[in-house]
C-alpha cells in the first residue's frame, strides 16, 4: 500500500546562514533571540547534526512563520534569498511523491534518533542545574554580571547594553561559575549567578581585540550592527 506524508516546510539555521552568508553561529545568536523575546523555549526547534570532525553540535530547525520573523532583522536581498528557496521547498511538497516502506522506515528512525539526542541534551541541563547548589556567599574571584558590565564600562568605557551582549549572547559568553543565595530578606529564597572575574576579564579582551576602531572613542564588531563606545586603554 501506498502511503503518502504531509509535513510543513522547515528551513535549518545552517541553510540560513548558506544562503545568507552569514556565520552559523551569528544565525543561532539571531534565532535564540528572537525565541526569546517571543517566548518559545529554543529547545523545542533543537536538533543534533556532526560537523567535520564528527563532533556533535546544535542547530535550530524553523518553520516559515519563525524563519520570516527572523528575516526581518536581515536586509532586502538576504530576504529575498530565503523567501525564494522556501517557495522552492514548499512547491517540491505541493505533489508529493508516495514514499516507499525503507523510506518510511528510515524517516521514522531518524526521528527516533533526533527525539534521543534532543531529549539527551535536556536531561543534562537540568542535571547539570540541580547539580548547583547555591552557596551562602560569593566567592572572592566572582563577581555578578552588573559587577562585571561596571568594571568594563570603567576599563573600556562600553555601555551596559554592549556588555550585556558580550555576557548573554555571544557564543564564547563565560559559563556560569556557581549560584548564589540572595540574603535579601524579600529575595524569597531566590539565587543570582556570579562569573569568575579572570574568565570575564579574558572573554572581554578577546571581544576588544574583535573591534574595530572607528574614532577615538567609538568602534564597531561584526556581531554588533551599530557603533558603540569604547575607548581602548593601553
Same mark, same amino acid.
Given at each position: 500500500?501506498?502511503?503518502?506524508?504531509?509535513?510543513?516546510?522547515?528551513?535549518?539555521?545552517?541553510?540560513?546562514?548558506?544562503?545568507?552568508?552569514?556565520?552559523?553561529?551569528?544565525?543561532?545568536?539571531?534565532?535564540?533571540?528572537?525565541?526569546?523575546?517571543?517566548?518559545?523555549?529554543?529547545?523545542?526547534?533543537?536538533?543534533?547534526?556532526?560537523?567535520?570532525?564528527?563532533?556533535?553540535?546544535?542547530?535550530?530547525?524553523?518553520?516559515?512563520?519563525?524563519?520570516?520573523?527572523?528575516?526581518?532583522?536581515?536586509?532586502?536581498?538576504?530576504?529575498?534569498?530565503?523567501?525564494?528557496?522556501?517557495?522552492?521547498?514548499?512547491?517540491?511538497?505541493?505533489?508529493?511523491?508516495?514514499?516507499?516502506?525503507?523510506?518510511? =522506515?528510515? $524517516?521514522?528512525?531518524?526521528?527516533?534518533?533526533? &527525539?534521543? %539526542?534532543?531529549? +539527551?541534551?535536556?536531561? !543534562?541541563?537540568?542535571?547539570?542545574?540541580?547539580?548547583?547548589?547555591?552557596?551562602?556567599?560569593?566567592?572572592?574571584?566572582?563577581?555578578?554580571?552588573?559587577?562585571?558590565?561596571?568594571?568594563?564600562?570603567?576599563?573600556?568605557?562600553?555601555?551596559?547594553?554592549?556588555?550585556?551582549?558580550?555576557?548573554?549572547?555571544?557564543?564564547?559568553?563565560?559559563?556560569?561559575?556557581?549560584?548564589?543565595?540572595?540574603?535579601?530578606?524579600?529575595?524569597?529564597?531566590?539565587?543570582?549567578? =556570579?562569573? $569568575?572575574?579572570?574568565?570575564?576579564?579574558?572573554? &572581554?579582551? %578577546?571581544?576588544? +581585540?574583535?573591534?574595530? !576602531?572607528?574614532?577615538?572613542?567609538?568602534?564597531?564588531?561584526?556581531?554588533?550592527?551599530?557603533?558603540?563606545?569604547?575607548?581602548?586603554?593601553?
Amino acid at each position: 500500500m501506498n502511503m503518502l506524508t504531509t509535513t510543513t516546510v522547515t528551513m535549518s539555521s545552517r541553510e540560513i546562514a548558506e544562503l545568507t552568508g552569514k556565520e552559523h553561529r551569528n544565525v543561532r545568536r539571531d534565532i535564540e533571540k528572537m525565541l526569546s523575546d517571543l517566548g518559545e523555549d529554543a529547545l523545542k526547534f533543537e536538533q543534533i547534526y556532526r560537523d567535520s570532525m564528527n563532533r556533535d553540535q546544535t542547530e535550530y530547525c524553523l518553520d516559515r512563520d519563525l524563519t520570516e520573523t527572523l528575516l526581518l532583522g536581515y536586509s532586502a536581498p538576504l530576504r529575498l534569498k530565503v523567501i525564494r528557496r522556501l517557495r522552492e521547498m514548499e512547491a517540491a511538497l505541493a505533489s508529493p511523491r508516495p514514499m516507499t516502506t525503507a523510506e518510511i =522506515v528510515l $524517516q521514522n528512525a531518524q526521528a527516533l534518533v533526533d &527525539f534521543e %539526542r534532543r531529549q +539527551s541534551a535536556v536531561e !543534562q541541563r537540568v542535571e547539570m542545574i540541580a547539580s548547583m547548589t547555591s552557596l551562602t556567599a560569593k566567592p572572592q574571584h566572582c563577581e555578578t554580571k552588573s559587577e562585571a558590565k561596571a568594571r568594563m564600562n570603567k576599563q573600556y568605557g562600553l555601555p551596559t547594553w554592549v556588555s550585556d551582549l558580550v555576557l548573554t549572547s555571544f557564543s564564547y559568553r563565560p559559563p556560569v561559575f556557581a549560584m548564589v543565595k540572595n540574603s535579601n530578606e524579600n529575595a524569597q529564597g531566590s539565587s543570582f549567578a =556570579v562569573y $569568575q572575574i579572570i574568565e570575564v576579564t579574558k572573554l &572581554f579582551k %578577546r571581544f576588544v +581585540s574583535e573591534c574595530r !576602531q572607528a574614532t577615538a572613542t567609538t568602534a564597531t564588531h561584526p556581531d554588533i550592527e551599530r557603533r558603540f563606545k569604547l575607548v581602548k586603554r593601553e
